[in-house]
C-alpha cells in the first residue's frame, strides 16, 4: 500500500500529481505544455532535480522525482509551481489567439480569491498528493499508472506514442525530457 505523506527526505523517490485548478485542459496546447517541460528541464540541469517516470496529461502533470541533496523537495515543487503558474498566465494575457482567455483567467482568478496564499490568480491545485516509493512493488506500480494515464483516457493506444511522457523513455529511449531509468 501507497503511503501519502508530507515530502521529508530529499533522498527518497516521491511520486506527486500537480493539477490544474478546476481541472481545467489547458495542456494540450504547446505554448502552456512547454513552459511546464523547460522549467523541469531547467529544474534537471540547475537545481539536481532527478526525474524518474512524467506524463503531462491535457489538466495535470504526474510525476516521480527525487532533489539532491541541500534541495528539499517541498521546495522544489513549490518554486516550480509558482514559477509554471506565473508563465502560463501571462502567456495566456498576452497570447491574442487564445479564444479562452477571459474564461480561463477569470477561473485562475476564482480560484485565486479563495485561496489566502494568492495575490490574484491560482493556477496549480493546492495539493501534489504525494507518496513515499519506497518499494519496488509500489514504484512498480506508480511507474505503471502514469505510463499508462494517455492509454486510459482514450489519447492514444500505446503509452509510449503519448508525447509529454517517459514511456517513450523507456520504450525506446527517446523523450522530451531526459530520466533516469527505474531498474526494477
Known amino acids: 500500500m501507497t ?24 495542456f494540450f496546447k504547446s505554448i502552456y505544455s512547454n513552459i511546464v ?9 540547475n537545481k539536481k532535480l532527478e526525474i524518474f517516470a512524467y506524463c503531462l496529461m491535457p489538466d495535470h502533470l504526474h510525476m516521480v522525482f527525487r ?3 541541500g534541495v528539499h523537495p517541498s521546495d522544489f515543487l513549490r518554486d516550480m509551481k509558482k514559477f509554471t503558474s506565473s508563465q502560463i498566465v ?6 491574442s489567439m487564445e479564444r479562452r482567455k477571459d474564461w480561463l483567467l477569470n477561473l485562475f482568478a476564482l480560484a485565486g480569491n479563495t485561496n489566502s496564499k494568492n ?4 493556477f496549480w491545485q493546492q495539493h501534489n498528493h504525494p507518496v513515499i516509493l519506497d518499494r519496488n512493488e509500489i ?13 486510459k ?30 531498474l526494477l
Open 139 to 151: 514504484i512498480d506500480r506508480q511507474v505503471n499508472y502514469i505510463h499508462q494515464n494517455p492509454v
Open 119 to 122: 495575490k490574484v490568480y491560482q
Open 90 to 95: 501571462h502567456c495566456i494575457e498576452r497570447n
Open 37 to 45: 517541460v523547460d522549467s523541469l528541464r531547467f529544474c534537471q540541469q
Open 67 to 69: 532533489t539532491g541533496e
Open 3 to 26: 503511503r501519502k505523506q508530507k515530502m521529508h527526505d530529499p533522498n527518497m523517490l516521491y511520486a506527486v500529481t500537480l493539477g490544474v485548478v478546476f481541472g481545467i485542459p489547458i
Open 153 to 182: 483516457a482514450g489519447f492514444v493506444h500505446q503509452a509510449h506514442h503519448w508525447l509529454h511522457s517517459s514511456a517513450g523513455n523507456y520504450y525506446n529511449g527517446d523523450g522530451i525530457l531526459q530520466v533516469k531509468l527505474l
